[in-house]
């Protein structure tokens, strides 16, 4: 868990604000390497973090465009978008690109979640 200590105790803190008792837990390993994820027994909450390093695009690459190794699925109109701010070499411009993809992934949260 080491160096996600903080943000456990965060989340146990928040979840608890609203109600809902949890405490941490660890195994000794990611919950893939988890005696107790194998075995199915594992339940709760995950905290998963990807830990990349930069800037904003570097961030998103894993989990944003849909060839992102950690992407569940994904949006034609933003894996063009990320290409696009990928070779812009104007900051402000690529910026803007970069707000948009945020403003779309969050459009895109809100419609799933009414439905």
Known sequence: MPPYFASGEAIVGYLGAVGIKTKI???GGGPRSSPRWDRGSSRGVCFCATAEYG???TRMAVVVPTSGNL????FPDIDE???R???ETNPPKREVMLHQIQKTLIEA???CADL
């Open 109 to 111: 949260d809100a419609v």
């Open 85 to 87: 701010q990928l070779t």
């Open 71 to 74: 992407a569940y699925g994904g």
């Open 55 to 57: 800037n904003a695009s």
């Open 81 to 83: 978008l990320y290409q």
């Open 25 to 27: 837990a660890h195994d």
